[in-house]
């Protein structure tokens, strides 16, 4: 069974979409059953050159990325998600919809690199995605399908911590 894996961001123009592309890479490469979407609670409309030209340079398709609403994840006819992963600070505090099949939840932290100075954004995009990748190898890396939520829960903060 796929483990669907939801990350969001307010926009879900930068570090979402960045974390969509590195989770669906990695599993992909290492034949993991998991499959990565991203959302946003107020979306932009379009994912950001420079996440794009990051994922790009690191090799990853990204034709069919987009900036999508959350909404999209919470009717009936989404796929139910096991694991919903916040990476912005607001997007973690604002009120989630419910989402079908109770997913386990887990708040993972970066700096905006849209905020960087014009003539440092590649590279803090670059860091960014290296950082996210890390991470989504460290999920990849779990036995999710004989994980309890609790279990899956504590693997995921311990993941934060590192």
């Given amino acids: 069974m796929t483990t669907n894996v939801l990350i969001l961001c307010t926009h879900n123009s930068a570090r979402s979409a960045l974390a969509e592309g590195m989770l669906n890479h990695w599993a992909r490469r290492l034949n993991k059953d998991v499959r ?95 950082a996210i990748g890390y991470r989504m190898l460290q999920l990849l890396a779990l036995p999710l399908a004989a994980m309890s939520p609790s279990e899956l829960q504590a693997a995921l903060i311990a993941i934060s911590k590192d």
């Fill in 36 to 130: 990565a979407f991203s959302a946003g609670s107020m979306p932009s409309g379009r994912i950001n050159p420079y996440a794009l030209s990051t994922l790009a340079a690191a090799g990853l398709d990204t034709t069919s990325m987009r900036s999508k609403s959350w909404d999209e994840f919470a009717g009936p006819n989404a796929p139910q998600m096991h694991i919903v992963i916040t990476v912005c600070d607001s997007a973690a505090a604002e009120q989630c919809p419910h989402w079908p099949g109770s997913p386990v939840r887990v708040h993972w932290g970066y700096a905006d690199p849209s905020s960087a100075a014009e003539d440092q954004k590649l590279q803090a995009f670059e860091l960014t995605r290296q």
